[in-house]
T-cell receptor, first 114, second 115 residues
Framework: AQSVTQLDSQVPVFEEAPVELRCNYSSSVSVYLFWYVQYPNQGLQLLLKYLSGSTLVESINGFEAEFNKSQTSFHLRKPSVHISDTAEYFCAVSDKGGSEKLVFGKGTKLTVNP | ETGVTQTPRHLVMGMTNKKSLKCEQHLGHNAMYWYKQSAKKPLELMFVYSLEERVENNSVPSRFSPECPNSSHLFLHLHTLQPEDSALYLC??????????????FGPGTRLTVL
């Protein structure tokens, strides 16, 4: 069975500061990895995903995440955050070649203060 | 309408009521999902439908009954719920044929309160 751990439930930062949201996973098979973002009163949206190839993946709004197989991690980073990045971020994993089932972490609420 | 829509957005019901949540996707996808989102818990996958056939039922109590009449519509029928069933219920859809690699597109959710 798979599991996803997001150690930080809340991360407050100031605008233009760097941020890292941590994600570790556990699985007995190869996986795909995802970060989803949920803005207030909305559903989740895909931010970025790792399927194969380069272990560093980027989103269009400046976030990046690096797949580290040895550490079973997929941490999300942004060098300089904006107020508009305030949201809840969810890490998720699915089996490679398996069903469409996604297993989510508990989420990290990022609050960017002016 | 585009994307995934859900109605109603908010629902308050008593424990003896029967109600239904509706989800519609306008993306031509083959798979649809119901999730439960409670405070301080991971999203819980409830049901998965692929090509209108239920392929996953994650030990959900029988007071939740899904229905998928076609690939664009998904319902969640509710009856004799408990207060602990209060949560945000999210619907999602995906292409459903990529062995786990697909992006899932989520609706805005129905905020359910059971009194």
């Amino acid at each position: 069975a798979q599991s996803v751990t997001q150690l930080d439930s809340q991360v407050p930062v100031f605008e233009e500061a760097p941020v890292e949201l941590r994600c570790n996973y556990s699985s007995s098979v190869s996986v795909y990895l995802f970060w989803y973002v949920q803005y207030p009163n909305q559903g989740l949206q895909l931010l970025l995903k790792y399927l194969s190839g380069s272990t560093l993946v980027e989103s269009i709004n400046g976030f990046e995440a690096e797949f580290n197989k040895s550490q079973t991690s997929f941490h999300l980073r942004k060098p300089s955050v904006h107020i508009s990045d305030t949201a809840e971020y969810f890490c998720a994993v699915s089996d490679k070649g398996g069903s469409e089932k996604l297993v989510f972490g508990k989420g990290t609420k990022l609050t960017v203060n002016p | 309408e585009t994307g995934v829509t859900q109605t109603p957005r908010h629902l308050v019901m008593g424990m003896t009521n029967k109600k239904s949540l509706k989800c519609e996707q306008h993306l031509g996808h083959n798979a649809m999902y119901w999730y439960k989102q409670s405070a301080k818990k991971p999203l819980e996958l409830m049901f998965v439908y692929s090509l209108e056939e239920r392929v996953e039922n994650n030990s959900v109590p029988s007071r939740f009954s899904p229905e998928c009449p076609n690939s664009s519509h998904l319902f969640l029928h509710l009856h004799t719920l408990q207060p602990e069933d209060s949560a945000l219920y999210l619907c999602a859809s995906s292409q459903g044929q990529s062995g786990g690699a697909d992006e899932q597109f989520f609706g805005p959710g129905t905020r359910l309160t059971v009194l």
